[in-house]
Nanobody
Framework: QVQLMESGGGSVQAGGSLRLSCAASGYTRNSYCVGWFRQAPGKEHEGVAGIHSDGTIRYADPVKVRFTISQDNVKNTLSLQMDDLKPEDTAMYYC?????????????????WGQGTQVTVSS
């Protein structure tokens, strides 16, 4: 059973940085894709960044250059470094995993989710 648990959220001012971490277990890295999603109040889930099973990385256009996703295979953690944060980045952030070699940033391809961690960016 895949288990995911996020940490590292918080409140920062615009232009600041935060690093999210996700402790992951219960899946084989080379047959799963992993990623980060976010959901702002009143909005749909939005894919932020993902890593395919071959290591290919994809970012959503709003976070390109500012966010960096990485995976530590020794510690079994997934991280999201967020720099130059903007108020529009305010959302609940979720770590996710899907049993495919390629998931893209489509919510339907991920079937395991963490409980979420809140990120709030003030102007």
């Amino acid at each position: 059973q895949v288990q995911l648990m996020e940490s590292g959220g918080g409140s920062v001012q615009a232009g600041g940085s935060l690093r999210l971490s996700c402790a992951a277990s219960g899946y084989t890295r080379n047959s799963y894709c992993v990623g980060w999603f976010r959901q702002a109040p009143g909005k749909e889930h939005e894919g932020v960044a993902g890593i395919h099973s071959d290591g290919t990385i994809r970012y959503a256009d709003p976070v390109k250059v500012r966010f960096t996703i990485s995976q530590d295979n020794v510690k079994n953690t997934l991280s999201l470094q967020m720099d130059d944060l903007k108020p529009e980045d305010t959302a609940m952030y979720y770590c996710a995993a899907g049993p495919y070699s390629w998931c893209g940033l489509f919510r339907s391809t991920y079937n395991s989710w963490g409980q979420g961690t809140q990120v709030t960016v003030s102007s």
